[in-house]
């Protein structure tokens, strides 16, 4: 059961081999079936597995994530299926049936429904049902067939012939085991436990207790996240604005008392209407941090109450804090000499909100020569400063959105213009400043490898100053055309 | 109206700047510059290459450097005279002393301690409050010598810029000076800064941001151009001059001397070196010295006499003296090493009147170039030379010589693809695929062929920026054995710097630095091989009573040779290798010069010079060797007509085209640099017009330009062959006449040499070499001689060394704690040596203690594992006559299976790569024979193009440059080995067969070309699974497909990860 999620992966008839590491070397960690019917296997270098399919497709695996998809999907299980689920890693799930199965029309009838349900996920699997968590997890990877159940008591029969590497040992115990020709679990069970117990420790007779049944081993279920959920039926259908805004002040108070209980403040906000219809309206706020305040949600929730369509009447509201991130509460610093910085995010929300968030950024200058490259866009809340690399030298507020090409007057090689003409109108340069030489960012396109432009300040007779360019250095014909552009005017 | 330009860094300003000093010279000679000063950031690194530039463009020279101090102060300085140089040297070496490798860390204080002599330059940032303090202090410093640099950023308020610091000059009463702050030479390169400051800063070209250099126009630029841009600024544009006038030191005017060796008391070095020379006669020719070897001795002793070279020959006479006292086995070769001197004073073992080699070949009265000796040691010892020449030198007078690092073609690509942002896939799969030769840079068709798109721009920038890079230096490191020594401090004639390893120091400058400087170097390199020597000649005289030396090996021994003839030759020095095999009965060597050409034939020069298939025709007679002159015959008589030396195509130039030593010189060094430039350029042209006007044909010239070029850098030089082949010569005769010592004494000097120790040993196996397995009682770190079972034979005990992962000290614990007293058991053994649990465990495994106490592998991993850390002293002191304690007794008995055969092979194989029983192969023998598939032996017997299928393990795989692709494999089963050729077109349709498996199946054709066999594959198939079922086979002769005992097998769920566990870990050797 392995990764094979996620958008933007290889098309399915390509094979796929996931690569990590053993400390030393960089092997293949895992291959899905195409794969391993070509020859990969687990554990191979990847170095040779290169070399030798060559439209095989290894990208890294990432061991974190895979944890995470497999506690996500215990979750699933868990509201599935039964309330004792635990992810056993690196691959597999294991659930408590006991009374559970018979929703499902028994045994046999669950597995089929959980099968069935992965094979939607795009997940293959193998299943093992048994008395104990150690015989299950050894025959769903070791038996030979995809779904195994075991009657009660039969665990230790099914398990005699499975290797070693079945009883959850640890890594470095089974090669040893192998040595001695210990090859299967019933030739291992069925050694005096003294001089092995003490070779390898209490562990290995442990795992076997566990899988025969004779020592219990409890599994410790996931919990599935609570979300924090209030809701408000209401005694008469409502209508109004006004009233739906006074409900939703009164949940949003519950709900940050709530959040304030469990240290989180909420990052999404939804609220949710059930009209008599049975029909169901859904308005709601993301804030760009934490936010438990109830003033402040209440007024972004109530800002959208007006796209909201009560129908003939709502009669139950429901405020879910969809999305939550712990927010510690903080002694707000009185700071001495300067005034603590305004706090803008309460704008920043309530803009976002309204306007959406694309509409809201902030700019950073770009480390970069090229004046049209040295500003970008950053989300508001980015603690980015930029690059100094352009902090020493004067630039225009704004440049234009093209360079505007002008008629100029100068001296080669690299002299200012003594005079230009822009829009029609004649400039006569009073004093200068220049040349500045930018060269060209040649990675970028082709057509800036090997150019430069000559930046001057350019003060006219008026005051005015101007930024003009010259492309090319004056001397060097690849350099560039010499052509003159304005670029930008000091305000 | 002129200019000199005063800051100017070469490449050598490792990844800081990007021209050549010759591009700079080149260039400044194009602009009209009469001079110009080379500052490399903290380094003199490429002064010397600056000096030979300058000559050879005429345009001066001047010394400086660029010190960064630790607190970012920049300043310019430049030796007055020779003491400022010296000073220079110390403080860069001070420096480079203190920050390690590469670096260098200086301060303020330094620079006080070392500023006599030298002119400096200040270069401030912006004119502020700092700067004026920091000049104040140069000032105080330097005084009359004190300058402050003007140079143009071409950012804003550029000219502010300069007024202000030109105000501040004249405050402090600071002259200014103009300066450019060169970077590259012409305006082009300007782009490959970007690139190599990525490359410095690890960082990709879109993540540079900062980093890139904020300042333009770092090009050398004209006298006239530099004073239209300072027109404000006539007066620090005149002490350009000023400057450059008064620096006027050069690198020639370093004299360098030999160090002084005073071994005879009141003797000048020629007296001393005529004693020594004359006693070593005696002693090389007990019976009487002939009169040619008198006559021989008089006239080298005379040459030397004239060229003043007797110190170097003392020098080089001293250090192997103190190896001879110290009984470490060397050889002597390199242009001067054959000579009669050489031979009595020891230096070399090749007896003079076995070679026809002229001294004045070597030391010629033109050229008053040092002679060239290296000497090659054991391997294993060399430090201790090293150790000898530093205490008896000096750190002051003694250093190891650099070797500049540059970019190749491979680290090129690879460093321009990271550069450009690819990712590392990308790199791995385009780097594996540059082979070495490729020394012109890659081409984009080869990205193509790996279905890169080569349309990509910027694959196509990364194309153009790794040509850009060739041969830009990296940084220095340290040549494998090359020494300068020197009467006077070495660190005030050059820059010294501590080698990554502790304890060695490097000089700034390569070797080619030095022969222009005329430094003596002596070549001090280490040799497997030697070690080898020296062990099987200890060996010998310990167990045979039989004292050798190199020099008393039987020449031309009928019996050596005629194994050499039947390419029997693994583990041999030089002549080991497969292409050398694939040769040997082709070339059928008779004669000791035959094995001389061997040494030199298989090598890239002769080959891509396409040298190789007309001797082998000519040797053959299948075709007439012919000779255009009688001078020519004079030259290549030896080697029938084809130029196979690098000697020889010296003196071909020199007689045909009738060059003179200089220029022959000429011919050398294009050579070299033939990579770079594509061709012999003007020199080849000057060649074939000499030659034709001496009357040879236009097409011989051609031929002979062409082999030149085809030698490039790789030829080989007789006198090396010499030496090589008698080192050669003396281990094919070990192994023939003594395979018992050979193998002890080549396992004990692993690693070294072509193959790994399971190869070795199979093959002394089959040499009827009786191998004694591992034993508690017995074995030592080192493999030992015991007595054979045949008498006069001797048995190989193997030795702990051979097993992968065990430290020596454990070894040396157990081996002095045994003492006398044999071990009784493993507790015994554990108790009183006191060996860890794991490397018991890794001596269980390896099947140690069934050899010594009986104890099977599986067994004694169980006792093993019971042992557990701590000693119970309770139940610890009760042991019967069989050392097992009474507390073991209690033990219920764990009744293991026994291991089966196969298993126990499996476990052999993966300790140490062979095994004490059978070959694995004999377990799957059944199954093969039933399939049809015949043994490697049969394959190799069988008729000239008999179409058979052969399964064996894949031992080596090859796919040498020059072979277009073609893979070499070798396969072995328990019969022996075949020799497979995989043409190009079926390794890639088999693709996982021949690169991925372990054992493989051969289906082609038998090739048989004179003595060597062939297996020329059509198909391959990977029948690596069947190794699998080896550990679970018993009887080697068990039926096949039998339904094995369910247990053993595991049962029927096993999953194939698990299968794998017990499989051959067998290693090949791939691609080296």
């Known amino acids: 059961m392995r990764r094979a999620m996620g958008s933007g992966a290889p098309s399915r008839d390509v094979p796929l081999a996931l690569k990590g590491s053993d400390g030393r070397r960089r092997i293949i960690t895992a291959a899905d079936d195409l794969a391993r019917q070509m020859g990969v296997y687990i554990g191979m270098p990847v170095a040779k597995a290169e070399s030798i399919y060559s439209d095989l497709v290894i990208l890294d695996a990432d061991p974190m994530a895979d944890a995470m998809a497999l506690e996500k999907l215990a979750i699933w299980a868990l509201r599935l299926y039964s309330p004792l689920v635990a992810a056993d890693p690196p691959d597999g799930l294991v659930l408590d049936i006991q009374g559970a199965a018979h929703l499902y029309g028994g045994e046999a009838g669950l597995i089929e429904d959980v099968r069935r349900r992965l094979a939607d996920l795009s997940i293959s699997s193998m299943v093992a049902l048994a008395d104990t968590w150690g015989a299950a997890h050894a025959l769903a990877r070791f038996g030979r067939q995809v779904v195994q159940i075991v009657d009660s008591g039969k665990a230790g029969e099914a398990l005699r012939h499975l290797p070693v590497e079945a009883l959850r040992l640890p890594p470095e115990m089974v090669p040893d085991l192998r040595l001695l020709g210990l090859d299967t679990i019933g030739e291992l069970a069925g050694k005096p436990r003294p001089p092995l117990t003490k070779s390898f420790g209490p562990k290995l007779f442990r795992r076997i207790d566990q899988a025969f049944g004779r020592l219990n081993e409890p599994i410790e279920p996931v919990e599935a996240p609570e979300l924090i959920r209030i809701e408000r039926v209401l005694a008469e259908p409502i209508g109004a604005p006004e009233t739906i805004q006074k409900y939703t002040r009164r949940l949003t108070d519950r709900i940050c008392l709530r959040l304030e209980e469990a240290g989180l403040g909420s990052r999404r906000l939804d609220l949710h209407f059930m009209r008599t219809d049975n029909r169901i309206e859904t308005i709601f706020v993301a804030t760009a941090k934490p936010v438990r305040d109830a003033r402040r949600l209440a007024k972004l929730l109530v800002d959208k109450i007006e796209t909201v369509d009560p129908g003939y009447g709502i009669d139950k509201m429901v405020m879910t804090a969809a999305f939550t991130e712990p927010l510690a509460m903080k002694q707000t610093l009185a700071s001495f000499e300067a005034p603590a910085r305004p706090d803008v995010e309460d704008l920043w929300d309530v803009l976002a909100n309204r306007h959406g968030s694309d509409c809201l950024y902030r700019a950073v200058s770009v480390a ?28 225009p507020q704004r440049l234009y959105r093209k360079p505007e090409e002008i008629k100029a007057l100068a001296v080669l090689p690299d002299h200012p ?68 552009y304005l670029h930008g005017k000091f305000e | 109206m002129s200019y000199v330009e005063l800051q100017c860094a070469s490449y050598f300003s490792f990844l800081q700047a990007v021209s050549a000093p010759d591009a700079l010279f080149e260039r400044a000679k194009e602009l009209g510059m009469d001079a110009l000063a080379i500052a490399d950031t903290n380094t003199l690194a490429g002064m010397v290459r600056a000096h030979v530039a300058a000559h050879e463009t005429g345009v001066r020279l001047i010394i400086g450097c660029r010190l960064v101090l630790r607190d970012g102060l920049i300043l310019l300085v430049y030796p007055l005279n020779r003491g400022g140089y010296a000073n220079l040297c110390r403080l860069l070496s001070l420096g480079k002393m203190r920050a390690g490798k590469g670096k260098c860390d200086l301060d303020w204080q330094d620079v006080e301690d070392f500023h006599e002599g030298l002119l400096a330059i200040f270069v401030p940032d912006e004119p502020d409050e700092p700067c004026a303090l920091r000049l104040r202090k140069v000032k105080a410093l330097f005084g009359q010598n004190a300058y402050i640099a003007m140079s143009l950023r071409y950012r804003q308020n550029d000219h502010m810029r300069l007024q202000a610091l030109s105000n501040l000059a004249v405050k402090l009463r600071v002259p200014t000076v103009v300066t450019n702050d060169v970077l590259y030479a012409t305006h082009e390169r300007a782009f490959l800064h970007d690139v190599i400051t990525c490359i410095k800063n690890r960082c990709t070209i879109d993540t540079m941001g900062d980093l890139r250099f904020l300042y333009a126009d770092r090009f050398l630029k004209s006298p006239e151009e530099m004073h239209r841009l300072f027109p404000d600024y006539r007066d620090a544009m005149r002490r350009t001059v000023e400057i450059a006038d008064k620096c006027r030191f050069s690198l020639s005017e370093l004299e360098y001397q030999y160090p002084e060796e005073k071994q005879l008391p009141g003797m000048t070095a020629s007296e001393a070196l005529k004693r020594f020379c004359w006693a070593g006669a005696k002693w090389r020719y007990p019976e009487g010295v002939p009169q040619s070897v008198v006559d021989l001795l008089k006239h080298e002793l005379d040459l030397i006499d004239q060229l003043d070279y007797a110190k170097y020959f003392l020098t080089v006479n001293a250090i192997v003296k103190y190896a001879q006292s110290q009984d470490i086995l060397h050889q002597g070769r390199g242009s001067a090493a054959n000579s009669c001197v050489c031979y009595v004073l020891g230096i070399t073992s090749v007896d003079p009147s076995r070679n026809d080699l002229l001294f004045e070949r070597f030391i010629s009265l033109e050229r008053k170039e040092p002679p060239d000796i290296d000497v090659d040691f054991e391997h294993q010892r060399r430090e201790r030379v090293y150790e000898w020449i530093w205490q008896t030198y000096g750190r002051d007078h003694a250093a190891i010589t650099a070797v500049v690092s540059r970019f190749r073609t491979r680290g090129a690509m690879r460093d321009a693809l990271r550069v450009l942002g690819f990712p590392e896939d990308t790199i791995k799969v385009l780097a594996k695929n540059i082979r070495y030769w490729h020394s012109e840079g890659c081409t984009p068709e080869m990205a193509a062929e790996l279905g890169l798109n080569i349309n990509d721009r910027r694959l196509k920038l990364a194309f153009e920026i790794h040509l850009l890079l060739l041969d830009v230096p990296r940084q220095l490191s340290q040549h494998p054995g090359g020494f300068v020594l020197t009467n006077d401090r070495l660190d005030e004639l050059v820059p010294i710097e501590p080698a990554r390893m502790a304890g060695r120091q490097v000089i700034e400058w390569d070797k080619d630095d030095i022969d222009v400087l005329k430094f003596m170097k002596m070549d001090c390199l280490a040799l497997g091989m030697m070690s080898a020597l020296k062990r099987g000649f200890d060996l010998l005289a310990e167990h045979k009573g039989i004292h050798m030396d190199l020099s008393c090996i039987p020449p031309e021994d009928p019996k050596t040779y005629a194994m050499i003839r039947r390419a029997d030759t693994i583990g041999a020095f030089q002549i080991e290798s497969r292409a050398q095999m694939a040769m040997l009965p082709q070339t059928q060597p008779r004669t000791f010069y035959e094995i001389v050409v061997q040494v030199a034939i298989v090598r890239p020069g002769p080959i ?56 022959a010189d000429q011919v050398r060094r294009a050579q070299a640099t033939f990579k770079k430039t594509g061709g012999l350029g003007e020199v080849s042209q000057a060649i074939i017009a000499g030659m034709i006007k001496n009357g040879y044909t236009e097409e011989y010239a051609n031929q002979l330009v062409k082999q030149l070029e085809g030698f490039g850098s790789y030829g080989f030089p007789e006198s090396h062959a010499f030496s090589f082949a008698i080192i050669a010569e003396a281990s094919c005769w070990l192994k023939c006449h003594h395979p018992d010592v050979f193998l002890a004494a080549i396992l004990n000097s692993q690693p070294m040499g072509f193959y790994a120790p399971a190869q070795l040993i199979r093959d002394a196996k089959a040499h009827g070499v009786e191998i004694r397995w591992f034993c508690a009682n017995k074995s030592r770190w080192d493999c030992t001689l015991e007595p054979g079972s045949k008498p006069g034979r001797l048995a190989v005990r193997l030795g702990f060394r051979l097993i992968k992962g065990i430290r020596s000290q454990d070894v040396a614990d157990l081996i002095v704690r045994r003492g006398e007293v044999p071990y009784k058991s493993i507790p015994d053994l554990w108790r009183r040596a006191k060996t860890p649990a794991a490397t018991l465990r890794k001596l269980a495994k390896a099947n140690v203690f069934e050899t010594s106490f009986k104890i099977v592998r599986r067994d004694a991993v169980v006792d093993i594992k019971s042992l557990g850390d701590d000693v119970l002293p309770l139940f610890d002191c009760v042991l019967d006559e069989h050392g097992r304690s009474v507390f073991e007794y209690d033990q219920p008995n764990l009744n293991l299976k026994r291991m089966s055969d196969g298993a126990n092979v499996v476990e052999d194989y993966n300790t140490i790569g062979f095994s004490q029983t059978v070959h694995p192969i004999t377990f799957l023998r059944q199954d093969l024979k039933e399939r049809g598939y015949i043994t490697c032996a049969d394959a190799m017997a069988s008729k000239d193009r008999r179409y058979v299928s052969v399964a064996g393990m894949v031992n080596v795989r090859q796919r040498p440059g020059s072979a277009n692709g073609v893979i070499f494999l070798t396969i072995e089963d328990e019969t022996g080995d075949a020799n497979v050729i995989v043409w190009e077109k079926v390794g890639e349709t088999y693709k996982q067969a021949v690169y991925g498996a372990s054992l493989v199946l051969i289906t082609g054709y038998v090739q048989r070309e004179g003595e060597a066999v062939h297996l020329v594959a059509r198909t391959a198939v990977d029948l690596s699974h069947m190794l699998v079922e080896i550990g679970d086979r018993d009887n080697p002769l068990a039926l096949p497909h039998q339904p094995g005992d369910e247990f053993r097998r595991g049962g029927p769920g096993v999953d194939l990860r698990v299968a794998r566990q017990m499989r051959i870990e067998h290693r090949s050797r791939d691609f080296k």
């Open chain 1, 368 to 395: 970069t020569d090229i004046p049209e490259r040295a500003v970008r866009r950053v989300p508001p809340t980015s603690e980015e400063v930029g690059s100094k690399r352009n902090a020493l030298y004067r630039r």
């Open chain 1, 417 to 484: 213009p003594r005079a230009f003409t822009w829009r029609g109108q004649r400039y006569a340069v009073a004093c200068a400043d220049g040349p500045e030489r930018i060269r060209g960012e040649w990675w970028v396109t082709d057509r800036e490898k090997g150019k430069v432009r000559d930046y001057f300040i350019l003060e006219v007779e008026s005051g005015e100053r101007f930024w003009a360019f010259r492309t090319g250095d004056g001397q060097h014909a690849d350099t560039g055309g010499l052509k003159w």
């Open chain 2, 608 to 663: 891509q010079g396409d040298m190789v298939h007309p001797y082998l025709r000519r040797l053959k007679g299948e075709e007439e060797v012919t000779y255009p002159t009688p001078e020519v015959e004079s030259i290549l008589a030896k080697t029938k007509g084809v130029p196979l030396f690098q000697e020889q195509a010296m003196k071909l130039v020199s007689v045909c085209a009738g060059f003179t030593a200089g220029q």
